[in-house]
């Protein structure tokens, strides 16, 4: 795979308790994304932050929290990424979970895939 210019970030932030069944939602992207084969995805992980609610989630102690923020990010190619953007909105629809989902231009400068894999 040969990503170099213009290319789209998307970014999708979702909570860590969000679930469809047992399995996170986080993975259900990561994992979609990978069948569907973009060039890659990670996850972050917040320590505090708020969305719709306005509930403040945060990893201080007082207020251990179980649902911190989680930002998902893919770059590639623009065809891929909006052609990924359903199958993102289904899992939110399956999860029944809030979220935000924006898309950014980037500018693929460097993407080498391990050659050694």
């Not at 505090?48 to 989630?57: A, D, E, K, L, N």
């Not at 770059?75 to 990924?84: G, Y």
Request: hydrophobic fraction near 45%.
């Amino acid at each position: 795979m040969h990503i170099t210019g213009d290319a789209k970030l998307l970014r999708i932030f979702v909570g860590e308790s969000d679930k469809i069944s047992f399995v996170p939602v986080f993975e259900k992207i990561v994992v979609e994304a990978k069948q569907q084969g973009l060039a890659g995805a990670t996850v972050f992980k917040g320590i505090m932050g708020f969305g719709g609610t306005s509930r403040i989630h945060t990893t201080k102690i007082e207020r251990l929290s179980e649902d911190l923020p989680l930002i998902i990010e893919i770059v590639d190619e623009v065809e891929k990424i909006e052609k990924f953007l359903p199958t993102v909105n289904m899992i939110f629809e399956e999860a029944n979970c809030g979220g935000l989902v924006t898309i950014e231009k980037a500018d693929v400068i460097i993407y080498k895939p391990d050659k050694a894999k």
